[in-house]
Each structure stands twice: as C-alpha cells, then as structure tokens.
C-alpha cells in the first residue's frame, strides 16, 4: 500500500458495523457471566442471561442500519462487506450458540455442544458464501433484492425473541423450564435454513425515497408502535412470520409479492417465480 494514499474506509456504514460487534461482544461476556453464576445466584444469572438477549436484538438493529447507510450513500466497499461479516459472526454466530448451549447445557451437555457448533460452523460458511458470491458478482441472488436461505442475522434474532418470549411465558419467574428444550431443535432447523434454498426478500432497496400509500405507512407506524408496547412477544412474531414467508412465497400470486416485497427498482427486476 502507497504510504502516500493510505486506504480510507466510510465513517458511519462502519460506526454502525462497530456498534454491531458491540453488541455482540457485550451479549457474548453477559452469557459468560450469567453461565459463572447459574449454580450460585440463578435470578442474577437469569438477568444476565435476559440482558444478553437484548444485545443480540440489538445488533440486529446495527447490522439492519449499516447496510441502509452504505447505500444510502453510496459506500458500499469490499472493506465493509468483510467487517460486516466478521461482526456477523461474532453477534449472530457466538452469541446465540453460547446462550442456548447454557441455557440447556445441564441436561444435555454433550449434544447441546455439537448442536450449537453446528450452528456456528452453518452461520460462518453462509458469511462466507456470501461474500464469495458478492466478490464474483454471484447469480444476482445473494448480492441482489433476495437472500437465498435464511440470513444469519434473522437467525439469531429468531433464537434471541424465542427465547425473550418464553421467559414471558413464564410469568416473571427467571428460568425457561420444559420450554427451554425447544431451542436446540430451532437451532437445527435454522441451520438448515440458512444453506436452503427458499428465498426472502433483502428488502436493500427501501431507503428515504421510498414511496408507500398512506394506508400502508399507517399500518407499518401501528406495527412500531405494537412492538414497542409488547416488547416480550412481538419481535418473535415478526422474526416468525419473515421464517415463514420464504416457505409461502413461491405460493403467492406476482401481484401478492409484488405488494408485500414493494420496492424502488422493483419494476426492473423481474420477481422470481420458484425457491
């Protein structure tokens, strides 16, 4: 590299990537906490374990502005798609492997390892399929309006609103019960997923000169506003129903997707028409 011209990289795509990893991180050192003190203090453990959730949620709400900045501005970069990546794994990979491997790993501890590993190990070969195809101009899928396989980010927010429900099932009280043994099968079953090919919709074009009817911006503010009031449940549903919308897509008339996936440009992208 010429000393002269040293390589520059774009402040806010990459602040926001930072504060992906930061999320992350902080969600992966609270399961570590919560993990030292399940034996001694399970109510704090819990509450570490509750506030590890919320960081994962939280990088996802990083990782969902960092793209929409790049090219909102213009900034996509090859820098960035590999920062991206690395933060990636570290939210969206670690984080939810380690929570669920504690949260079952008492009963099970020789599969629920495997389990989360597998998970893991699904999550960083999908990052890297991705960035490959997004290196070579791929097949206008991965780098396009569609995600082929579920993205890795939706994943762990998936695992991570999962689990925030059932502790709202619970009424309260700081453990998961008989409901925590759903989470390793969901953990197998994203795997799969994530290397699947059902597409979802990337939603990358939507930016500040999206239009929408009125009827429908109404709709998406009553959905905001429905998510922050019922925080405990809401965001599973949301992460549920984008799951199953890659299996009922194919299903849907043009018009219906046409509808639901509404985007600038979409008029010179052709829908695809089978997973």
């Known amino acids: 590299m010429n000393e002269n011209n040293p390589q520059k990289i774009y402040l806010l795509p990459n602040l926001m990537t930072a504060g992906n990893l930061f999320c992350g991180f902080t969600a992966t050192l609270k399961i570590l906490e ?13 509450d570490l374990f509750h506030a590890g959730i919320w960081f994962i949620l939280g990088a996802c709400v990083f990782d969902l502005l960092d793209g929409r900045l790049a090219r909102l501005g213009g900034h996509e970069s090859a ?48 990052l890297a399929r991705f960035n490959t195809a997004a290196a070579v101009g791929g097949n206008g899928n991965e780098s396009s309006k569609n995600f082929t396989g579920f993205p890795i ?15 709202w099932l619970a009424e309260g009280e700081h453990y998961l019960g008989n409901w925590k043994f759903l ?27 999206t239009k929408k009817s009125i009827p429908r911006f109404l709709i998406i503010i009553l959905i905001l ?12 549903v949301l992460f549920l129903s984008y799951l199953l919308y890659g299996f009922l897509r194919p299903w849907l008339s043009r018009e219906w997707r046409r ?14 028409q089978t997973p």
């Not at 919560?34 to 819990?46: E, F, I, M, R």
């Open 153 to 167: 980010p939706a994943a762990a927010g998936l695992i991570a609103s999962i689990t925030l429900f059932m502790l």
């Open 79 to 126: 820098f960035g798609r590999e920062f991206d990546s690395l933060a990636d794994i570290v939210s969206f990979g670690v984080a939810p492997a380690l929570l669920v491997y504690r949260i079952v790993l008492k009963e099970f501890p020789r599969a629920c390892w495997i389990i989360a590993f597998v998970y893991l190990a699904c999550g960083a070969l999908r």
């Open 259 to 272: 509808e639901i996936e509404e985007e600038i440009g979409e008029e010179d992208e052709p829908l695809e």
């Open 183 to 209: 989470l390793p099968p969901l953990m197998l079953f994203l795997s799969f997923m994530m290397f699947s090919h059902f597409k979802y919709p990337s939603f990358k074009a939507i930016n500040w000169k």
């Open 225 to 236: 506003i429905a998510t922050v009031m019922n925080y405990e449940w809401m965001p599973a």
């Open 34 to 46: 919560g993990a030292l003190l399940q034996s001694a203090n399970a109510d704090a453990a819990a």
